[in-house]
């Protein structure tokens, strides 16, 4: 039997699913620094992926004032 050899981009495929199921089960409900740290990746890998992945803007956002400015902007619609 011949051993293969985990290329980059095998890699970050699965680290993409891995990033896929945490965040699925939480129905994006989550931040790319709560996933970093729940998967023991950066949150530079977790950000990268994202982008790759079209996910960015599915994952809440790290900074307060956005969630504020969301929140206001959905009470007066």
């Known amino acids: 039997m ?3 050899k985990i290329t980059p981009a095998i890699r970050q495929k ?3 699913y ?3 199921c945490h965040c699925n ?3 994006w409900d989550c931040t790319m620094a709560e996933v970093a740290e729940a998967l ?3 949150v ?3 950000r ?3 982008a ?6 599915r994952l809440q956002a790290e900074v307060g004032h956005e969630n504020e400015a969301r929140d206001l902007m959905e009470e007066f619609a």
């Open 52 to 57: 790759v992945e079209g996910w960015t803007r």
């Open 25 to 27: 089960a939480r129905k």
């Open 40 to 42: 023991s990746l950066t």
């Open 2 to 4: 011949t051993s293969r």
């Open 44 to 46: 530079k890998v977790v």
């Open 48 to 50: 990268s992926i994202c």
């Open 14 to 16: 699965a680290r993409a």
């Open 18 to 20: 891995e990033i896929w």
